[in-house]
């Protein structure tokens, strides 16, 4: 997996941190998911930029993508990773 925080964490950071299990993996897809829809979003109507996400993760349902992409999470104050 690459380091979806560039901006944060060094990616040896990152891989140090993926590497000791202490990032949750799910929760790291679905915050690529969401980003990769939102930039396909700019340039194609929704459809397909989810259709585009879906070839990206062949092993879920458009369902399943349409639902992780569309979920909103409240704000809490325990870490999201």
């Known amino acids: 997996m690459s380091n ?10 990152f ?11 799910k929760k ?3 915050y690529e998911m969401r980003s990769k829809y939102e930039m396909y979003k700019s340039s ?3 459809t397909d930029a989810i259709e585009k996400v879906r070839e990206e993760y062949p092993y879920l349902q458009t369902d ?3 639902k992780i992409i569309y979920s909103v999470k409240p704000i809490t104050a325990d870490p999201v990773f």
């Open 4 to 13: 979806p925080f560039p901006n944060l964490l060094t990616d040896s950071v």
């Open 15 to 25: 891989k140090t941190l993926f590497d000791l299990d202490l990032l949750n993996e």
């Open 28 to 30: 790291l897809r679905d």
């Open 44 to 46: 194609m109507n929704a």
């Open 64 to 66: 399943t993508v349409r």
